[in-house]
């Protein structure tokens, strides 16, 4: 990690780094979605048939790492946003009114569709009340450290990152408003430290990897790292000079990583993975995503995370996170899968990419109906519901890209 570096006085401070959009950040969280969701439609299992396909392989099988990705991100924008707010009024009021408008609508409506909608057409079984609470409360991440995967319901056992980032939403703002900035880099070292060691007693001694990996206080070292990062990056006017002197450091954590779950796998399976691994992978994302905020428009990494697929991606990561698994089911409950679509096609690498298109098809046109009903009518509303008339200061852009994460299962 980079030096701390001593406080400036506002006149000094360079641009608030959430105080502006930047669209890179976007293109990382299309990134991350993408392997979440061909980590979820199994393409790691596909016999793919052409040359690299080893190498694709691979990179899909890392895709349980979206989560961290997001939790990484997450933690940079929220924090940012969080300091800007630090000085104004209305500091709990808006951010959780501008918060509940932005996650509870989707998700609530996705609950509403599972729960009730589906058992009443009998297109699907109805939920036992029981599995429905963890659902309902945001408990989500408890429910699969104590039951496991088996444990919940059939469309949505995906959603114990949504709980992580709810729980985090609910503390989170009390430690910044509290705390001054090297106490609250204190904090974030702490929490560092100690979700490592959470995790070395859960999965490490005890074996429990699942539940080491699902709950809030094995996992808050992401989101530690990523406010951690939004700290150092808020007071020094040099901070590019900073990442590029520490460059070569994250590039040997990377190689070291990657080095590890070629090695080791994922952290389900492996305790070491589970355990050293995910620090490693949260310090190799915040490098990851400090570089992208910093680089300049014209940057070759600036210009590849900035297109505008993967920007288009990014910005409806959310809702294409809720809805990606459901769709999956659905279209296997009909029938949709592998290996009747290669008895129609021909040949497998030709029945993988019909599969993969048609689940991916399917999931953005739902994310972009989402976007026109719910999310796009919220956004509007949550900002004449926290607008000041009187602010010379506007709401940080950066608000529209620090949306709950989306994880992997």
């Not at 997450?74 to 918060?99: H, M, Q, V």
């Not at 310090?283 to 905020?293: H, I, K, L, Q």
């Not at 900035?306 to 029938?335: D, E, K």
Request: glycine fraction near 8%.
């Amino acid at each position: 990690m980079p030096p701390v570096i001593a406080e400036q006085s506002n006149s000094q401070r360079s641009p608030m780094p959430s105080a502006r959009h930047v669209t890179a950040l976007d293109g990382i969280r299309g990134i991350a979605v993408l392997l979440v969701m061909l980590l979820h439609y199994e393409v790691r299992r596909f016999n793919l048939g052409f040359p690299g396909a080893r190498a694709v392989h691979a990179g899909i099988s890392f895709g349980w790492a979206g989560v961290d990705l997001f939790f990484v991100l997450s933690g940079f924008l929220i924090t940012g946003i969080l300091l800007d707010a630090k000085e104004r009024p209305f500091y709990f009021r808006n951010f959780y009114i501008r918060r509940t408008l932005r996650i509870f609508p989707v998700y609530y409506a996705f609950l509403l569709v599972i729960f009730v909608v589906l058992p009443l057409l009998h297109a699907a079984p109805a939920t036992p009340a029981s599995i429905q609470l963890w659902y309902w409360t945001y408990t989500t991440d408890f429910l699969v450290a104590i039951k496991g995967w088996a444990g919940t319901t059939l469309f949505a056992p995906h959603f114990w990152s949504l709980a992580i980032e709810e729980q985090f939403y609910l503390v989170w703002p009390l430690a910044i408003l509290m705390l001054s900035r090297r106490q609250s880099q204190v904090l974030c070292a702490a929490l560092v430290v100690s979700a490592l060691g959470l995790r070395c007693w859960i999965g490490g001694a005890h074996g429990l990897l699942v539940a080491s990996w699902v709950l809030p206080f094995t996992r808050m070292d992401t989101l530690a790292i990523g406010a951690f990062l939004a700290l150092m990056v808020r007071w020094p006017s040099d901070f590019r000079s900073v990442v590029a002197r520490f460059r070569p450091l994250g590039l040997i954590l990377a190689v070291l990583l990657i080095g590890m779950i070629g090695w080791r796998g994922g952290p389900q399976g492996d305790r070491l993975v589970g355990t050293v691994g995910l620090s490693l992978v949260a310090v190799v994302f915040g490098w990851f995503v400090v570089e992208a905020y910093v680089a300049a428009p014209e940057a070759r990494l600036a210009r590849l995370l900035s297109n505008r697929p993967l920007v288009w991606l990014g910005r409806r990561s959310y809702a294409m996170y809720v809805v990606h698994h459901p769709i999956m089911t659905a279209l296997t409950m009909v029938g949709f899968e592998v290996g009747p679509v290669r008895s129609v096609v021909g040949f497998s690498t030709g029945a993988h990419a019909v599969y993969v298109a048609v689940n991916v098809g399917l999931t953005a046109l739902v994310a972009q109906c989402s976007w026109w009903l719910i999310e796009h009518p919220c956004a509007v509303l949550k900002e004449r519901l926290t607008r000041r008339p009187t602010a010379s200061i506007p709401q940080p852009a950066a608000e529209a890209q620090a949306g709950p994460v989306t994880a992997t299962s």
